[in-house]
Every structure is written in structure tokens, then in C-alpha cells.
């Protein structure tokens, strides 16, 4: 069986090729994927599969009369934060499968946002065309319920990567920091103050990683060129290149602690045994960070000014096992989903 895996793919985003990673190893002997991706050599020459251009609505309906299943891979696709005409794309892919009889499989999903009234009213359409649903969160899976809609649903399917030895005691304070609407200007500031006096308090460098290569790489360097960044910040700190998520883990595994605002920054800092503390910009965020115990700055919030005692407290001391490890389990449930298609056999 050859099944279309679609998803936000080769687009430089090391929580996407993540994701990838786990679901091209979660699918059954025998099921050959091809991929839709952006930068399709990138992820041919990563995972060693077929692609298909997805931003050519018409060339991913082509691929998708070549394959025998759909399987719409992790993440949030089913919202319209990107745009209408996003959710219009994974609807038109959905339909396009069904009418040829082929499953549609919703692999580790999160539902929405949803902010507007026609986009609620599409995808409460959309959900019974799936022929079996993982969701990666309680509350799309209410959502879903309150649809009618009932489906198993775990932890993000990023936990299902091997957790890695934490070896960063005294190491450096590594950021996973993106651009957001909620910090624009001098909003970044309490911020990066907390940070200079926790990194001077501790005497560590500070790493710059750019979790996604197009939207967070030279963030390090606006803020300098607006005059956000104090001068001791500014000598400690220095832009780290990496290409993979097992790049980042491993700089995630040799950091004293990690700030992360990214989900899947967060989500491999605790995979591989880091120290940690989240910025949420986004409920998904404060979920992750609430799973693993770590603590967590709501971006909507006003700063309370103990950031720098908040992140010093878990500076070099690596959050309880316990919890990760529940985390890995519940990940579980969507491998049982792409069981379903051994031998070719939709879902129940």
C-alpha cells in the first residue's frame, strides 16, 4: 500500500521533521509513503522518500490518485491561524480521498484554532470523513466529542523519540526563542533583563537556537540591531546552526538550562534530560510545560518580576523523570492508528 502523508513538511521547521521522523516509523511493514514537502530535496535527502510540491493544490490530488490511503501527519492542520484557504487545502485532500473510496487517517492531530464561524462549521463536516483519529491533545478531543466525534487521543507524537542522557550541568543557557506577535518592540524586554542577570548570576553563555531556520534564525540579531539586548547579553551571546532535531537535542542535552517558546523545542529539551522553563504564546505550549512540571511564562501575562529567581531555581537541575515518561507512554496510541493500515485495510 502507498499512502500520501501530508503535513507542514520541508519547511525548515525542526519540530515538523520531527514529527516526520516518528510517523515514517510508526507506519506498518509494507506501506510506502510518499511525502508532500516544500523543500522536497531536503526531506528526500533526510528520510529517503518520494515528495510531492504541497503548495500545488492540483500536483497533491495527482499524488493522491497514485496512493491507496491519506494520512494527515501531526501537528495542528486543521485550523485557520495560517488562513481560511489552509483549512480549505487539508478539506479539499480529505474529500478527494474519500470520494475514491481511500481512508483518511488523522495521525497525533490538534483541532484548531478555529476563529471563525465557517471554518467551525467546515471542519464539524470534515470529521466524519476520517476513518480513524489520533489527536495529541485533551482538548481537541473534546472538541471532537462535542462534535460527536469520538477518538483516541495521547501526548504530542514527538514523545515517542528516544529519550538521551542529560550531561549539562553548568553548561550554557540555550534559547529556542521565536519571533511572536505577543513580544514586538519592548515587550522583549523584561525578558531578555531576567535573562542577562540570570546569565552574569551564573556566568553562562547563551545559544541562540533557531528551531525554525525561516522564522527564528537571526532573531538574535534584530534584537541586538534595535537596541533590545544589554551589552552584557549581547558579549554572551552567539547564534547556533543546527539542521536536525538530533542536533538540537544534543544541544539541548549539554545545556544547563533551556528557554523554550517553541512546543517541540520544549518537547526535546525534556527528551533529552535538560533543565527547563517554557514562554507560552500559546495554550499548546503551557500544556507541554504543565506535563513535564517545568515552569511556564505566559506571554499574555504581565511579567511578575521573578523571572530570573524562576529560572535560576531550575538552572542545572533537570525536571522528574516521572512525568516524561508518562508522556512517552501516551504517545503510543497513535502508532495504533497507522495499524490499520497493514495489508491495506481501512480502519473500523
Excluded at 15 to 36: E, K, N, S, W
Excluded at 68 to 91: E, I, N, P
Excluded at 185 to 191: E, H, K, L, V
Aim: charged fraction near 15%; include cysteine.
Amino acid at each position: 500500500m502507498r499512502a500520501l502523508i501530508c503535513g507542514y513538511y520541508g519547511e525548515h521547521n525542526l519540530g515538523d521533521d520531527a514529527l516526520l521522523q516518528v510517523l515514517l516509523g510508526q507506519l506498518p511493514a509494507g506501506c510506502v509513503p510518499l511525502v508532500t514537502a516544500h523543500d522536497q530535496d531536503l526531506v528526500h535527502d533526510r528520510f529517503g522518500v518520494e515528495t510531492t510540491d504541497r503548495r500545488r493544490l492540483g500536483g497533491v490530488i495527482a499524488a493522491l490518485g497514485r496512493c491507496q490511503a491519506l494520512v494527515l501527519g501531526g501537528g495542528s492542520l486543521l485550523q485557520d491561524t495560517t488562513s481560511f484557504q489552509s483549512l480549505l487545502y487539508y478539506g479539499a485532500l480529505m474529500l478527494a480521498a474519500r470520494l475514491r473510496g481511500q481512508p483518511v487517517i488523522l495521525w497525533g492531530q490538534g483541532l484548531g484554532p478555529l476563529r471563525r464561524r465557517r471554518s467551525r462549521a467546515l471542519v464539524r463536516r470534515l470529521l466524519p470523513l476520517a476513518t480513524a483519529i489520533s489527536w495529541r491533545d485533551d482538548s481537541s478531543a473534546a472538541q471532537a466529542r462535542a462534535w460527536g466525534v469520538e477518538a483516541s487521543v495521547g501526548s504530542d507524537p514527538v514523545w515517542a523519540l528516544p529519550a538521551q542522557p542529560w550531561s549539562g550541568r553548568g553548561g550554557p543557557i540555550v534559547l529556542c526563542f521565536r519571533p511572536v506577535q505577543q513580544l514586538n518592540g519592548a515587550a522583549w524586554i523584561p525578558y531578555l533583563q531576567a535573562l542577562e542577570r540570570l546569565a552574569l548570576a551564573a556566568d553562562r553563555e547563551v545559544l541562540w537556537l533557531p528551531f525554525h531556520q525561516d522564522q527564528d534564525r537571526g532573531l538574535l540579531a534584530r534584537l541586538i540591531q534595535q537596541d533590545l539586548l544589554g551589552e552584557a547579553l549581547a558579549s554572551r551571546s552567539r547564534e547556533l546552526a543546527v539542521q536536525t532535531p538530533e542536533d538540537a537535542m544534543d544541544a539541548f542535552r549539554q545545556a544547563g538550562l533551556v528557554l523554550a517558546m517553541r512546543l517541540h523545542g520544549l518537547i526535546l529539551a525534556a527528551l533529552a534530560g535538560s533543565p527547563c522553563a517554557a514562554l507560552s504564546y500559546d495554550p499548546k505550549v503551557a500544556a507541554a510545560a504543565a506535563g513535564i512540571g517545568c515552569p511556564c511564562q505566559e506571554l499574555e501575562a504581565p511579567t511578575d518580576g521573578h523571572l530570573q529567581s524562576t529560572w535560576a531555581a531550575v538552572l542545572d537541575t533537570p525536571p522528574q523523570t516521572a512525568g516524561i515518561a508518562a508522556l512517552q507512554r501516551s504517545s503510543h496510541v497513535h502508532r495504533q492508528v497507522l495499524a490499520a493500515l497493514q495489508d491495506g485495510v481501512p480502519p473500523s
